[in-house]
């Protein structure tokens, strides 16, 4: 069974058209129908029906092409990683990232693998889990970084290895009317328009019930919310100026939470975290710059995490206000002891 035969078979069969095959091929009708007979008899089986003009596969036909589809292009992966790490090839990398993937660990791992390989060369490409997704499945992305719930959708098709999950907060400018007080409701909250990108069903479902007029996808159950953006920095400039409402991890906010940029909405929910993962076709193996890439994701998300936590225990809103009722009422106390301790200090002079 030769080579061509089969790449013949995997590539043009499924067009259907027996002269169209034929003609792209240089051959005749007659000529392809004895290379694909050559193919039947090295595997014992039919594999296309000959009753019409249509080259329609039969169950074992079908067969054949999925299987050799995936020998093929494991056959090009090996050589494409051989190449890389012969140094004929420059490793070469293109993926997909949500808003969140993007803000927390993927420039510090792309930095470091810049560093120790300057030739690598990057595209990513930025956008919402459902497009990101869509992407991957028509293999014009290798592999995408992002809340897997689209992805959950194709266990046939993807690939899916869990990354990390982030606790996420609601944040507006400073100054909102709802950054104040405490133990706010999440109708109260969503008065004010959201901004954030596409917002997963197991989130949705939740927030949707305090939005009578969100738009949710009726396949999904996934929802667009007022401000829809894919762009983080974007997002905080809407919030910062305005009164919209915004969400994201806290680690991602941390430096303007400092600087008072914006101020956290006192909010809390068990439900109120995102998840995001890798995942790819299940028929293709990662590259090897790829597999580089992703365990450099693990060790930067790993710090990351320890920084979260760290975050958390400066910044819980539940805690900050008992702490400075607390202060307060201490420095009111003392100032009051040391003015009468000076008040009766001249009275052994007298004497």
């Not at 329609?56 to 054949?64: D, I, N, S």
């Not at 959950?152 to 907060?169: K, S």
């Not at 915004?246 to 941390?254: D, H, K, M, Q, S």
């Amino acid at each position: 069974m030769k080579t061509p035969s089969l790449l013949d078979l995997v590539g043009l069969l499924p067009s259907g058209d027996l002269t169209k095959v034929a003609k792209a091929l240089g051959l005749t009708p007659a000529g392809l129908l004895k290379r694909v007979e050559s193919v039947e008899s090295a595997l014992g089986t039919k594999l296309v029906d000959r009753a019409t003009k249509a080259l329609k596969p039969g169950q074992a036909g079908q067969l054949v092409i999925d299987h050799a589809s995936r020998i093929f292009s494991q056959a090009r992966d090996l050589t494409r990683d051989l190449e890389e790490l012969a140094g004929l090839q420059a490793p070469e990398i293109c993926f997909g990232v949500d808003m969140f993937a993007a803000e927390l660990p993927l420039g510090i791992a792309l930095g470091r693998m810049a560093t120790v390989n300057s030739r690598l060369r990057v595209h990513a490409v930025l956008g919402d889990f459902d497009e990101l997704c869509r992407s991957v499945l028509a293999g014009r992305l290798e592999f995408a970084i992002s809340d897997p719930t689209s992805a959950e959708r194709h266990p046939a098709r993807l690939a899916i290895e869990p990354v990390a999950e982030h606790r996420v907060c609601f944040f507006a400018r400073p100054g909102h009317p709802r950054t104040a007080g405490s133990d706010l409701s999440l109708d109260a909250i969503l008065v004010f328009p959201l901004v954030a990108s596409r917002i997963p069903q197991r989130i949705a479902v939740h927030i949707s019930k305090s939005m009578p007029l969100a738009k949710v996808d009726r396949d999904t159950g996934d929802l667009s919310p007022n401000l829809m953006l894919d762009s983080f920095a974007v997002a905080k400039a809407a919030v910062i100026a305005g009164d919209a409402i915004g969400v994201a991890p806290l680690t991602a906010i941390e430096s303007e939470l400092r600087s008072g940029k914006v101020a956290l909405v006192p909010f809390d929910a068990p439900w109120l975290h995102l998840s995001y993962g890798l995942f790819y076709p299940r028929k293709k193996s990662l590259s090897r710059a790829a597999q580089l890439f992703v365990t450099q994701l693990r060790q930067v998300e790993t710090a990351l995490q320890v920084r979260e936590q760290r975050a958390v225990a400066r910044l819980n809103p539940t805690r900050r206000p008992r702490k400075k009722s607390g202060k307060t009422g201490t420095r009111s106390k003392r100032p009051a002891a040391s003015t009468s301790r000076r008040a009766r200090a001249p009275a052994p002079r007298r004497r």
